[in-house]
């Protein structure tokens, strides 16, 4: 197991193991000039560091664990051992090493292609992704008001703001990481996963702001119960001022701000965000079939 940001394999080491994703993402990377490029990214099931082993050369990228990483380790002597009592699956790595080979190859002839690899890093280890086509967004805030209206606290959990890549906006709003680190230091469990993988808070939330401090992204944020509680924006903040004239005092619930996140709407059938598209502009989905989608 090794934790998010540790280096499995470097760049010019002798290869003595083959690997295998068993459950996290990886990028593998390469030294150009004085920077550091992204080549690609893998998920669970495959595998990795099989080149240096069939060519008996060294390493010829860094592969590094963007989330936290469990693999299976098979030494060069059982790898080859392998091969000798399967010979079929010698021609499947190979395979393997020549389409890895002419990918890399065809990043490097175009470099704007590896800005855009750097880019995806933030969302490749991410299970569900808002995503906005900006070419069909007619910018009518429809999948704002959206999200406002089906929360009976009237917050939006999206802003869309955000990553963009190509004409696609990856909004600002929950990616249900498959490493949440906002779960990691709620005091009282009260951010967890569902049997569906859709990452909420639950109603006994204490409102320490762990979860928000912890958000790679800013995909939580705290709101303040006194201006949105009885209306939206504006009139809610006249609404608060109504009372206060007279003499009406929140109660000590109403003073803790609270976190919020998009949950999915994880009661509904559809997110409500994509439901209230007039075009079809925004979209959830995973950013693996969004990849391929796109290339």
Known sequence: TFPAGAVIIRERDPGDSLYLIRNGTVKISTWMGDRERVLAYLRDGTPFGEMALIRNEPRNATITALTKVEVAQMMRDDFHALLREHPEILSKVQETIRQREGERAELEAHPEWLDRQEILQEV?????????????CIHCDNCVKGCEEIHEDGVSRLIREGIKID????????????????????????????????????????????????????????FDPKVHAKGKGASGELW??????LGAESSPAEEVHKPVKCDLCRDFSTPNCVRSCPTGAAMRINPQVFFKLKS
């Open 167 to 222: 004409h696609y906006l990856v909004a600002t709003s929950c990616r249900n990481c498959e490493d949440p680190l906002c779960m990691t230091e709620c005091p009282v469990s009260a951010i967890s996963r569902d049997e569906h993988g859709e990452v909420y808070i639950k109603d006994h939330c204490v409102s320490c702001g762990a979860c928000v401090r912890n958000c790679p992204y800013g995909n939580i944020n705290l």
């Open 240 to 245: 608060s001022r109504f009372m206060g004239l």
């Open 124 to 136: 490749v280890h991410t299970t569900d992704v808002l995503v906005i086509d900006l070419e069909t």
